[in-house]
């Protein structure tokens, strides 16, 4: 007999079974052993679906917001380099204020909610899983570089699509990779590559994603300050 679970509409556990050896005299008490390990098994694949939930829901609204975080902080550098230029030009004038760019505030939250948080919710778990603490030495260089070889690629990229199909200007992208796709990840291995090596070596799997978004911070400023 199969009894029809609910777990989807009351969230409890399962209550369906069909005991291997029905019609059998002793049935019934082999058949609650049985109704015992599918409820517990469908409880933890349950429970685990709710983690991994959690967890990328963390990591969207992490990368979001430490984008986010990192635009205003990148604006504000680009605003006082041009202050600081626009004062010795003209000592006497007064200064602009600063006006927050709302679009590129917009354009940096919604890649970090949509495509980064997710990408790496999924990459971080993934690498370590393949490359293990265990492996030593091996497995943490291959971490770095993946990380690098394969990650920023996929991060630079869409990066840029991401920007100018907002600005409504997608024909420009295909120069755009031509021309700053290699240049930006050169310089981001100056920088990438020995946060990303802190990161495998010392930080803990929970707190990857919350680091390395972190990093992204000083990353935009650093690149604001270069190209000021």
């Not at 490359?131 to 630079?156: R, T, Y």
Request: hydrophobic share 45%.
């Amino acid at each position: 007999m199969t009894v029809p679970g609910w777990r989807n509409i009351f969230g409890r556990a399962s209550t369906s079974c069909k005991p291997w050896n029905a019609g059998h005299s002793n049935w019934g008490r082999n058949s609650r052993f049985r109704c015992k390990a599918t409820d517990s098994n469908t409880q933890s694949k349950t429970e685990a679906s709710a983690q991994w939930r959690t967890h990328m829901l963390k990591s969207m609204i992490t990368t979001a917001s430490l984008g986010m975080t990192g635009d205003v902080v990148a604006q504000v550098l680009r605003h006082r380099s041009k202050s600081e230029v626009l004062k010795k030009q003209h000592p006497v004038a007064p200064l602009p204020g600063f006006l927050l760019d709302t679009q590129s505030f917009f354009k940096m939250a919604t890649f970090g909610f949509f495509y980064y948080g997710p990408l790496q919710g999924v990459w971080y778990p993934y690498i370590n899983n393949v490359f293990p603490a265990a492996g030593g030495l091996a497995s943490f260089a291959w971490k770095v570089f993946l990380n690098q070889a394969v990650l920023g690629p996929l991060v630079v990229g869409p990066v840029f699509a991401w920007t100018l199909c907002l600005e409504g200007r997608m024909d420009l992208f295909k120069g755009k990779l031509q021309h700053n796709m290699l240049p930006t990840l050169q310089a981001g291995w100056k920088f990438w590559i020995p946060a990303a090596s802190i990161n495998f070596w010392l930080i803990p799997l929970n707190y990857q994603i919350l680091y390395m978004s972190s990093c992204g911070i000083v990353w935009n400023a650093i690149l604001s300050a270069a190209s000021a």
